[in-house]
T-cell receptor, first 114, second 115 residues
Framework: KAGVTQTPRYLIKTRGQQVTLSCSPISGHRSVSWYQQTPGQGLQFLFEYFSETQRNKGNFPGRFSGRQFSNSRSEMNVSTLELGDSALYLC?????????????FGPGTRLTVL | QQQVKQSPQSLIVQKGGISIINCAYENTAFDYFPWYQQFPGKGPALLIAIRPDVSEKKEGRFTISFNKSAKQFSLHIMDSQPGDSATYFCAASMSRDNYGQNFVFGPGTRLSVLP
């Protein structure tokens, strides 16, 4: 079974631009969660989508948004990029809601904001 | 209450030694405690997990010890190998859907196993 895939793997943007990241979960998984990983803040939860509905949300500004499609693929969008948004963005998929069992992570998208 | 504390921040162990990483949580609603291993340039990979109805779980060289009353859990890596050198994250999650953050990670421990 194929693992979680994320595209693109690397991205360079400038301040003020917006970016869209994509995540394809493991086949059959209905939950997709997004995390931001930085050396200073560690792994921080952004949001979780389950069956196309946002079920949980972390403490990030409204510039961070996401959505999930009927095939469970998910996209995350960051508008008006700031230098502090430079990070590794990870998505994780799970069969059920993330809190109820195993999450499987993708390799991440490395976003650099200049 | 959502925080998970993890120590030490970094750990150096000789090959063949035992690596021990500790975590503590506050929220008693947490009911699933996984450990993740992350190598540079990769996403975290699930290593082993435990639920609070057991005090210990062992898988190969990896053991989780869980102390529900103290709200602490730890990862023991027996016979540590250079290939175990990675960053380890503990996490805590709750199956109750509270429409907030229900999956919390510790800050991570960077393990180096010397040959």
């Amino acid at each position: 079974k194929a693992g979680v895939t994320q595209t693109p793997r690397y991205l360079i943007k400038t301040r003020g631009q917006q970016v869209t990241l994509s995540c394809s979960p493991i086949s059959g998984h209905r939950s997709v969660s997004w995390y931001q990983q930085t050396p200073g803040q560690g792994l921080q939860f952004l949001f979780e989508y389950f069956s196309e509905t946002q079920r949980n949300k972390g403490n990030f500004p409204g510039r961070f948004s996401g959505r999930q499609f009927s095939n469970s693929r998910s996209e995350m969008n960051v508008s008006t990029l700031e230098l502090g948004d430079s990070a590794l963005y990870l998505c994780a998929s799970s069969l059920r809601l993330a809190g109820r069992g195993e999450q499987f992570f993708g390799p991440g998208t490395r976003l650099t904001v200049l | 209450q959502q925080q998970v504390k993890q120590s030490p921040q970094s750990l150096i162990v000789q090959k063949g030694g035992i690596s021990i990483i500790n975590c503590a949580y506050e929220n008693t609603a947490f009911d699933y405690f996984p450990w993740y291993q992350q190598f540079p340039g990769k996403g975290p990979a699930l290593l082993i997990a435990i639920r609070p109805d057991v005090s210990e779980k062992k898988e190969g060289r990896f053991t989780i010890s869980f102390n529900k009353s103290a709200k602490q859990f730890s990862l023991h890596i027996m016979d540590s190998q250079p290939g175990d050198s990675a960053t380890y994250f503990c996490a805590a999650s709750m199956s109750r859907d509270n429409y907030g953050q229900n999956f919390v990670f510790g800050p991570g421990t960077r393990l180096s196993v010397l040959p």
